[in-house]
């Protein structure tokens, strides 16, 4: 079984365009059933692909300022939309191909012509060219970013460091069994080292199943994000010398020895200016770009089904 904690001295720890989002109608029905039109392009007996994993299920008909959304179209959207439901999943591959054909529409009434960056599709390049074009959207001045620091220092600290050993007892997650008997085990040895602490390295060397054991449990230096959350969790609020108690992590049980700990500092503002500066305006384009689709949604001739028009946020 992999530890998946880096078990090294070098460090580490266990652990070893996107579519807008839109709250489906709580009392309408997702969609309503548009009539159909005569012609070989509607009649099913001609082999239109109506049907989504079964014959009992047809894929809905719908129509932005009347252009109608392909069945084949929905089928490849539905793959990027799990949800609890065929319905939910459906309704949301659907209300995503509205919004991209809205701004194909608008793109097109523009003329916008743009020549893709390295990345990019034609596509992604219209559509950003559109946005800057259309989506006024102001930026983070010095004094808005210096106020929104002050109001939140607490969220701009340098990561704490711990230097750890461990002793890991591996068992299986899901096996209860095998997971009680690691437990007895771990409680034993922690009553082992209680008595005797200096023994730490030969106990990891006899019982881990990291390969740190070899270092005497020794991970290194520890910062967050380099363990699994469930143990970084526990880890971190840890103070020097033995843990009292077994750790549990998805790998099994950790007996823990902190050895040195050196907490976070204060980040100046000069440190975290520009991080600040683009969550900010990163913000401002998410609620600049959810008016204007809700201004293009509100202005526009959708039939089929029912989307929140422009009252309502698309996007959060």
Same mark, same amino acid.
């Given at each position: 079984?992999?530890?998946?904690? +880096? ?5 580490? +720890? ?8 839109? *709250? ?18 509607? =009649?099913?007996?001609? +082999? ?39 319905? *939910? ?22 003329? #916008?012509?743009?020549? &893709? ?23 983070? =001045? ?16 340098? &990561? ?40 730490? &390295?030969? #106990? ?37 010398? #033995? ?19 050196? =907490? ?6 000069? &440190? ?45």
């Amino acid at each position: 079984m992999g530890c998946g904690c +880096g078990g090294s001295t070098g460090g580490g +720890g266990c652990g070893g365009g996107a579519h807008p989002e839109i *709250e489906v109608p709580a009392e309408a029905p997702l969609f309503e059933e548009l009539p159909r039109e005569e012609g070989p392009e509607t =009649d099913e007996a001609a +082999g239109e692909p109506s049907l989504i994993a079964s014959s009992e299920q047809e894929w809905p008909r719908v129509r932005v300022n009347g252009v109608e959304i392909a069945a084949q179209a929905i089928a490849r959207e539905l793959q990027y939309h799990p949800a609890d439901s065929r319905d *939910e999943a459906v309704y949301l591959a659907v209300q995503a191909l509205v919004l991209r054909e809205l701004l194909q529409q608008r793109i097109g009434e523009l003329g #916008l012509v743009v020549r &893709a960056e390295a990345g990019e599709s034609e596509e992604e390049a219209a559509t950003r060219a559109l946005i800057e074009r259309e989506v006024p959207l102001p930026l983070a =001045d010095e004094a808005t970013c210096r106020n929104y620091y002050s109001g939140n220092r607490s969220r701009f600290f340098s &990561a704490p460091l711990l230097a750890v050993r461990h002793i890991l007892l591996a068992c299986a997650a899901d096996d209860a069994e095998a997971r009680s008997l690691a437990r007895e085990q771990a409680l034993e040895l922690l009553g082992q080292l209680q008595a005797a602490p200096q023994g730490f &390295a030969e #106990l990891a060397l006899r019982h881990s199943a990291c390969p740190s054991k070899e270092q005497g449990g020794a991970l290194g230096q520890i910062s967050k994000g380099q363990t699994v959350p469930e143990f970084e969790r526990q880890l971190f609020r840890l103070p020097l010398g #033995l843990c009292q108690q077994p750790l549990e992590s998805r790998y099994g049980y950790h007996l823990v020895f902190v050895d040195q700990r050196i =907490d976070g500092e204060q980040l100046p503002y000069e &440190a975290v200016a520009g991080s600040i500066r683009a969550e900010l305006n990163q913000r401002v384009w998410q609620i600049g770009v959810a008016q204007y689709l809700q201004n293009l949604v509100g202005a526009a001739n959708i039939e089929g089904i029912h989307l929140q028009g422009a009252e309502t946020p698309l996007m959060q």
